[in-house]
């Protein structure tokens, strides 16, 4: 599943063909995703000029000088894909610049979502309403952070994955952040000292980032010889690593809570 860091490699792909591009042709080949794909697509889209890029969360955010923006989900299975050699089942919207240049949104398990809206009214798209602040931001930082986690009996791992308290983190950065942290995933958000709070920012920052720096340079012009943009591995501390090393020389552990797996090492996180 796409997380953070390949949704903002994929916007830094997307930007290297579409900034200031004419967009010639647009081209939803269904009527929907998750979501229906709005009626207008092809009509507001067309022979507009891309402004902007940009992320909010998970999601993709393209501008038009139109006064438009396209708002895009990448779902479970998504990405894009540049000048694809051919045109297949699960590419669901074709985007092609005036210079030529193909873009491919490709979605096999179409749990992703496209859809439109004004650009001055963005920040008030339904996902958006409640949405806390950008981890990589300058709003997310340990006072705040703090605040809202005071007198919380959930979990810091639930409290982490709640869009509401941060944006965007997904499970592996969540239990990456942790295990760098020396936290429990189970202990209680609200019950974490100030001091080590800033620690986890800290550390969600830095496992952002360098998944992000990593994802840049695996990806050589942000795109692999198949021009798919926003995949990549990386080696985790802890996340799919059930029984491997932790740095600290403990073992690495697995348990699962509604459906969702917790890489955690029980030796260094307390
Ligand atoms: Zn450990």
């Known amino acids: 599943m796409p997380e953070l860091p390949e949704v903002e490699t994929t916007i830094a792909g997307l930007r290297s063909v579409l900034q200031g591009a004419v967009l010639a042709r647009v081209e939803p080949r269904r009527a929907d995703l998750r979501f229906p794909i709005p009626v207008d697509l092809r009509q507001r889209l067309t022979g507009a000029t891309v402004t902007n890029l940009s992320r909010r969360a998970k999601y993709g955010l393209i501008e038009t000088d139109r006064g438009d923006m396209m708002i895009f989900h990448l779902g479970m299975s998504g990405r894009w894909r540049i000048d694809p050699a051919e045109i297949g ?36 798209y339904a996902p958006f309403t409640r949405m806390g602040p950008e981890p990589l931001g300058p709003d997310f930082d340990v006072a705040r952070f703090a605040a809202v986690l005071e007198g919380k009996a959930t979990s810091i791992k639930a409290a982490l994955l709640d869009q509401r308290i941060v944006a ?37 920052r830095d496992v952002l980032a360098a998944a992000i720096v990593a994802g840049g340079s695996t990806l050589r012009d942000y795109a692999r010889p198949d021009g798919e943009l926003g995949y ?37 996180q307390k």
């Open 232 to 268: 990549f591995s990386k080696q985790w501390r802890v996340y799919g690593r059930e029984g491997g090393l932790c740095a600290c020389g403990g073992t690495v552990q697995r348990r699962v809570d509604g459906g969702r797996s917790t890489f955690f090492c029980p030796k260094c």
């Open 168 to 204: 965007g983190l997904g499970n592996i950065y969540v239990c990456e952040a942790l295990n760098m942290t020396g936290i429990a995933p189970t202990r209680a958000a609200g019950k974490i000292s100030r001091p080590r709070l800033a620690l986890l920012v800290e550390s969600i």
């Open 89 to 124: 089942a699960h590419d669901h919207l074709l985007l092609e610049t005036g210079g030529g240049r193909l873009l491919s949104l490709n979605d096999p398990r179409r749990f992703g979502s496209i859809d439109l809206v004004r650009s001055d009214t963005w920040t008030s």
